[in-house]
């Protein structure tokens, strides 16, 4: 089975349930759960991303709930200094936890709930490399007139090789929103687009589109 067949199918089998599932009213207050796993676009570059969420419902508009997101991958943009200095194995991960305000907008479809996020909290930035200082280049000992037995004593020294770890904690602020499609009771499919500002040192605009799954109690 053909990758695009499953999609297919699976398609088909999300439709079929949401039009054979019964209707049923939203509660007007209630905890909510959720995870939703996506793409973010960092410094004009992917990663991949992770949420998981929590929150509570305190009528059918207004909620309160907490988020951790996780970059596990970030892209990083260090600068060589050739020939001398160079960056060799450079990555990084954001961790972001954040509190926030949840408004669901009331529509006339009973499973169609479109929603807005907005809050903020904190972040951990993690970035390592290692830093490598290239030895001096290789000296003909001819035109030194010196024995070329003597080429050890003048060989340039190996590469220095210095690793370096720093870890951030930085403000973050988020907005952003989606749509969530109660499937069967209580569970709902969610579609989530994010906008994550990191205000540090140096100023990170990440983008997020996920999607995932929440339940309702």
Excluded at 39 to 44: G, K, Q, T, Y
Excluded at 67 to 76: D, G, H, K, R, Y
Excluded at 101 to 130: D, F, Q, W
């Amino acid at each position: 089975m053909t990758t695009s067949s499953f999609r297919s199918i699976a398609a088909l089998c999300i439709l079929f349930l949401l039009a054979t599932t019964r209707g049923f009213a939203q509660s007007s207050a209630g905890a909510i759960v959720g995870a939703t796993a996506g793409v973010a676009l960092v410094d004009s570059e992917s990663s991949i991303s992770a949420t998981v969420s929590g929150g509570y419902r305190f009528n059918r508009a207004f909620g309160l709930g907490v988020e951790l997101v996780i970059m596990p991958s970030l892209p990083q943009n260090l600068p060589s200094y050739y020939p001398f200095v160079r960056i060799d194995n450079a990555e990084g991960s954001i961790t972001a936890f954040t509190t926030n305000v949840r408004l669901e907008i009331p529509t006339t479809p009973a499973r169609i709930v479109p929603y807005v996020v907005m809050g903020g909290g904190v972040a951990n930035v993690k970035e390592s490399a290692e830093v490598i200082i290239a030895g001096g280049p290789v000296i003909d000992v001819s035109v030194l007139g010196l024995p070329r037995d003597l080429t050890s004593l003048i060989y340039p020294p190996p590469d220095i090789r210095s690793p370096y770890t720093i870890s951030t904690t930085e403000l973050a602020l988020t907005v952003g929103g989606g749509v969530s499609i109660l499937a069967v009771h209580g569970m709902s499919i969610d579609v989530d687009v994010r906008y994550l500002h990191l205000m540090g040192n140096e100023d990170r605009n990440i983008g997020r589109f996920g999607g995932g799954v929440s339940y309702r109690f």
